[in-house]
């Protein structure tokens, strides 16, 4: 591995490239956020330990990284819940800061560092509505009653990011009734609303829409150009596509150099969703398993791939951590260690040679097992992985706590008709049953069937 480089597949161009800060030793990194109206799932957790390790990373190489990741604290999500919680859309402030909160714990819980920068967009109306004033000064935005949309026709390039030719995306789009937009395609900058609700604009009363947050935050906090800019792959279209428009015709400038997306998380071969009944929010894998087996389960597999979520398979995982931690709980490192004293053990550079090259953790875990074993035979070296471990991957090595599970009628019934169809030779019953056991905490250890 050349010092400090590091290759980042790019979504804008396809193409693995060398990464290249736009300032030396500087790095911008704009990660997208949640908007705050329910407890974060497991495709969530997926898209900040991803890049929580990409943050890490590029400190350890010994880059000055500036990350900020915000919060879509007013959305229409949020007012619904509002209504639904306190019979008061106005209350969507008091459902954003709970959920905020259980947000924070749940990073805490994964060991994600807190960015740099957290903005809320309720706490930066004011740049976003000069962000708006510009593009429509530039004739790249328009008002209508109230509303202000995005002039898609101003910006040629219009779905570069996402591969689309925007012919085949009017020919795709659903005609309104009494639409307000010039063009089907066209998407809003502002939501007016009645007289006193929400912010003041110079178009009238209402809130923003939800893309142009990111581009007046970017722009705030990183500047009109930035380095990477992240998040989970169902972002490209629409919401990183329009980014782009914005910022870019608004500026004239590229926007980000590098997009980086994370894959689905998807559960029986489909995208994990509410609609199709199989969500997870992090909480509930919390009640089934560590945060650290958590994270090292999202880690132990590619950034860019699927991830295939299961409760056996998450069992399977907490035993290959369960070894880590029981080889480096045996060393105690005193010293003061710097980045650079890490980077002298021979394993640790080759563990870097995959995780510089496009975040290859489950490339990186497969050098780390291939040495466990001549790691044990010398404390310093084992010293300085475990280190490694900590810092860049952010696996804390702690002994996990035991879990006692009580034994229910229904752990019962389950346990016998398992034997009772392995005794038929039932496998696929007995497996199905496994899963059942696993998925309330039990671990299951078969033993040689007698005759």
Not at 190 to 201: A, I
Request: contains cysteine; aromatic residues 10%; charged residues 25%.
């Amino acid at each position: 591995m050349r010092d400090n480089m590091i290759t980042i597949t790019n979504t804008l161009t396809g193409k693995k490239e060398l990464f290249t800060p736009l300032k030396p030793k500087k790095v911008s990194l704009y990660v997208c956020g949640v908007t705050p109206y329910d407890n974060s799932h497991l495709g969530h957790g997926r898209v900040y330990v991803t890049f929580d390790v990409l943050y890490r990373l590029l400190t350890f190489l010994g880059y000055e990284v500036t990350y900020v990741r915000n919060f879509t604290d007013i959305d229409d999500k949020l007012l619904t819940k509002a209504q639904k919680e306190f019979g008061d859309q106005n209350a969507y402030a008091k459902v954003a800061t709970t959920f905020i909160a259980n947000f924070h714990e749940d990073m805490k819980q994964l060991n994600c560092l807190p960015p740099t920068y957290e903005p809320r967009v309720t706490d930066n109306i004011k740049e976003i509505i000069a962000f708006i004033s510009g593009l429509i000064d530039a004739g790249k935005a328009y008002v209508a009653d109230g509303d202000v949309y995005y002039r898609i026709c101003s910006f040629p390039e219009y779905g570069k990011l996402s591969r689309q030719k925007l012919e085949d995306l009017r020919a795709g789009a659903r005609v309104e009734v009494n639409d307000l937009k010039k063009d089907p395609l066209d998407f809003a900058l502002w939501k007016g609303e009645p007289e006193g609700q929400f912010w003041k604009s110079p178009w009238g009363w209402g809130r923003p829409g939800w893309h142009i947050e990111c581009s007046a935050l970017a722009t705030k906090y990183l500047g009109k150009q930035i380095d990477i800019h992240a998040g989970g792959m169902d972002l490209i279209f629409p919401h990183h596509e329009n980014e782009i428009a914005q910022s870019e015709g608004l500026t004239g400038q590229p926007f980000s150099n590098y997009w980086m997306h994370n894959a689905f998380v998807r559960v029986n071969q489909e995208k994990m969703s509410k609609s199709l009944g199989n969500f997870f929010t992090l909480r509930d894998i919390f009640k089934h398993a560590d945060p650290m087996v958590i994270r090292y389960y999202i880690l132990a597999h590619h950034y860019r791939a699927p991830l295939d979520f299961s409760l056996v398979d998450l069992a399977a995982t907490q035993k290959s951590y369960q070894r880590l931690v029981r080889v480096f709980d045996e060393v105690t490192c005193d010293e003061k260690w710097s980045a650079a004293d890490i980077r002298e053990s021979a394993i640790v550079q080759k563990m870097l040679e995959f995780l510089t090259d496009d975040l290859n953790t489950p490339g990186m875990f497969g050098v780390l097992f291939d040495h466990l074993d001549d790691l044990k035979k010398d404390p310093k070296k084992l010293c300085a992985v475990k280190l490694f471990l900590q810092q860049v991957l952010g696996l804390t090595l702690k002994p996990l706590p035991e879990k006692e599970v009580s034994m229910t009628p229904e752990i019962e019934t389950l346990l016998r008709e398992r034997e009772e169809a392995r005794a038929a030779k039932n496998w696929k019953l007995a497996d199905a049953i496994r899963d059942k056991l696993v998925a309330l905490g039990v671990e299951v250890r078969d033993t040689k069937l007698t005759k």
